[in-house]
């Protein structure tokens, strides 16, 4: 089964910073990745798939990249509504296995 | 729109069984993929189980496997997941979700394994 390995697991930025989160596949997924967003409290959100294709609706600020095995979750600038968690997950076979979460604090 | 509404969690013995159901509505079920991830508390997301949009083919997590079946209903836009052997690691929120990836998730149900 592939495994995916999310880092860091928490980070602390500021205001306006650019924040990197990054995922790696133990094994090539092309670029059947997607990135979700989850606010404490709150359920899970889309945010990219397909590795770098924003979801409706989200913010430009966000943007991923990679495929095979290295991928990053990049916000250019961070703002106080994205504390939250982020998770990477695979889905280029019938299992979808997410990485263990990144948590974003200001 | 899209809505997801789960439905079933409850507070069950370890070595119970519970089956949680998810209601679709605002788009053609049949023609998605549809998953169950759940959430222990303070955890993580793990993804458990998915189904193809005929129920002609299933997936599971490693722990779920011969423990839990998924299942859906076309007809009556509903997904489920029975979930027998209940033991204290599966008490979670357990979201349901449309497929490929996860574009809309359900609220979650709670449900708690404990003596």
């Known amino acids: 089964d592939i495994q995916m390995t999310q880092s860091p697991s928490s980070l602390s930025a500021s205001v306006g910073d650019r924040v990197t989160i990054t995922c790696r596949a133990s094994q090539g997924i092309r670029s059947y990745l997607a990135w979700y967003q989850q606010k404490p409290g709150k359920v899970p959100n889309l945010l990219i798939y397909?590795?770098?294709t924003l979801q409706s609706g989200v913010p430009s600020r966000f943007s991923g990249s990679g495929s095979g095995t290295d991928f990053t979750l990049t916000i250019s600038s961070l703002q106080p509504e994205d504390v939250a968690t982020y998770y990477c997950?695979?889905?280029?076979?019938?299992?979808?296995?997410f990485g263990q979460g990144t948590r974003v604090e200001i | 729109e899209v809505q997801l509404v789960e439905s079933g969690g409850a507070l069950v013995q370890p070595g119970g069984s519970l089956r949680l159901s998810c209601v679709a509505s605002g788009f053609t079920f049949s023609n998605y993929w549809m998953s169950w991830v759940r959430q222990a508390p303070g955890k993580g997301l793990e993804w458990v189980a998915n189904?193809?949009?005929?129920?002609?083919?299933?997936h599971y997590v490693d722990s779920a496997k011969g423990r839990f079946t998924i299942s859906r209903d076309n007809a009556k836009n509903s997904l489920y997941l029975q979930m027998d052997s209940l033991r204290a690691e599966d008490t979670a929120v357990y979201y349901c979700?449309?497929?490929?990836?996860?574009?809309?998730w359900g609220q979650g149900t709670l449900v708690t394994v404990s003596s």
């Open positions: 189904i193809k949009e005929d129920g002609s083919a299933e």
């Open positions: 397909a590795a770098s």
């Open positions: 997950q695979d889905y280029s076979t019938g299992l979808r296995t």
């Open positions: 979700g449309r497929e490929w990836p996860i574009d809309y």
